[in-house]
């Protein structure tokens, strides 16, 4: 009786949810019962559910080509540079344009740094191909200007560990920076004050009082980056480097390789066993970063 | 303030203002290489290549794409479409669920809190999502395949609740006392003081929505509801689509600028983000750093 006159009570709040309540049973939890397409031979005609069972044999198949292994490396080594190269640079521009005096200087620059932020992932393509086509590409077109040999960007598998690296960096420095500002900001400006009549110079302050005062910040982030450590930036990976396959070896990283077994190999079981193997690995990692941070210092657990 | 620049600090803000004046230029060339790039005459990109003054100016892939302009807007008004109705909808369905979420008198709110967050835990990857949404709920070469997947984000639904919560119960309590239902309160006390986060999550919203091409890519084969970013996607990628693109135009195929082209193109489909940028900058900023102390 209790129970009911609660229900009743709430009846419109519990309407008001439903929308949410449905898109996440029909959108998140369905496809979750979905990955079970990674134990089946999948046939378009039969469905997920309809399908016969194969056991491990995608699984098999993704190990025996020995393609997962170095499309996990790539996924790893990328957000791990990732990770730490915009950390840095992140942290760096946001100490110093807090310590900038001229505010119109501060304002445009802001502005500049962070508009690559707002621009999609396409329009990145595009600039690379601007910049490092061979034919006509402008960083071609310099080096003749002043003597040099073109370079073959797209035959040369190893550069593309720094272009993308640089994109990455390119497109994220903004965002990060005005995260670090904004912690900055709130520092009390006395403590600068003080640590300058007792003679701490601009280095030190910014050791001793800037840099722990972006420690949480910084934390929250880099916890955040690990947790996501096995997910690849499809969206990046794919329109910088292409379906260029001669530089899949040091450029494919788990979403693309999923999405390319999906939509041009349609190999449905396997794509879904590589991606079941995805989903597992970052909800061990995701927990795992959670539950030692609650043991170390629960104030940064992420949940 | 106004105290004299030791030396230290002389230095740390000589090299600021280097390394920060590099920085932002650094960001801005990719930019004004493409527009450079966009303008220069076609014969003169085949012979030396894009540079970053134009050896030979010509508008000629400008003249050129607004020749035959109808592809292009028909992207133009889907990306449009698509942005408006899902950042609404988004906006609406979102802070809907925020105020229930938050509201202290709803038995289940942590068990529902937790219903949503888990999704971000764990998720059954691709290949399940994309059967579902082709095979079982035939959403191909339909919009709602692409409003769909980003109508709804449980961290915009964290940042929602926990600014809900700070909007005081009495002026809810009050509205109850005249008798105004839940959802009434929600429509017309709640949305309006909401204001600020609305407008903050409803830019971050409209900003992926212009910028998807993803659920397009996925989901769409008809070329005449392609999206803005796909549309230029498939002309710097595809030969064939820019091909037929120029030759729309009535320009026979030989002297087809298709160099210069991509690029016009490229610079037509950013332009408006560069317009509006310099007035939203300041919500996108307020926004992050919201997000960042609550997180």
Known sequence: ?303 | MSRRKSIDEKIFHYSGYVFISILAFLCLLPFALVISGSVTAEKSILMDGYSLIPREFSIEAYKILFKAPESLLRAYFSTVLITVSGTFAGLFLIAMTAYVLQRRDFKYRNAFSFYFFFTTLFNGGLVPWYILMVRYLGLKNSYLAVILPGLFNVFYIIIMRSFMKQIPDAITESAKIDGAGDFRIFLQLIMPISKPSLATIGLFMALYYWNDWFSAMLFLENESIFPLQYYLYRVLNSLDFANSAVAASGIPMPKMPSESFKLAMTVVATGPIILVFPFVQKYFVKGLTVGAVKG
């Open chain 1, 1 to 303: 009786m209790i129970k009911k006159q609660s229900f009743l009570k709430n009846k419109t709040l519990y309407w008001m949810i439903a929308p949410a309540v449905i898109y996440f049973f029909v959108f998140s939890y369905l496809p979750m019962a979905g990955i079970i397409i990674a134990f089946k031979n999948y046939s378009y005609v039969k469905g997920i559910f309809g399908s016969a069972w194969s056991g491990l044999q995608n699984f098999r198949y993704l190990f025996f080509t020995g393609d997962i292994y170095y499309v996990t490396k790539n996924t790893l080594f990328y957000n791990s540079v990732f990770l730490s190269v915009n950390t840095v640079l992140q942290v760096l521009v946001g100490i110093i344009l807090a310590e900038l005096a001229s505010k119109s200087f501060k304002k445009v620059a802001q502005s500049m740094i962070f508009l690559p932020y707002f621009i999609s992932w396409v329009v990145v393509g595009a600039f690379v191909y601007n910049i490092f086509n061979y034919e006509f590409g402008s960083l071609n077109t310099f080096l003749a200007s002043i003597g040099q040999k073109p370079l073959d960007v797209y035959g040369n598998k190893e550069v593309w560990k720094y272009i993308i690296t640089m994109f990455k960096s390119w497109k994220d420095i903004g965002y990060g920076s005005v995260l670090y500002l904004a912690a900055i900001s709130s520092i009390d400006q006395e403590m600068y004050e003080s640590a300058h009549m007792d003679g701490a110079n601009i280095f030190q302050r910014i050791r001793f009082i800037t840099l722990p005062a972006l420690k949480p910040t910084m934390i929250i982030l880099v916890l955040l980056g690990i947790s996501n450590i096995f997910r690849g930036d499809f969206q990046m990976f794919y329109n910088i480097v292409g379906s260029n396959s001669l530089l899949y070896k040091s450029t494919d990283v788990i979403d693309t390789y999923v999405f390319r077994s999906l939509m041009k190999l349609h190999d449905f079981g396997m794509a879904g066993a590589a991606g079941l193997y995805q989903s597992a690995l970052c909800f061990l990692i995701i927990v795992s970063v959670n539950y030692i941070v609650k043991k170390s210092n629960p104030d940064y657990a992420l949940f």
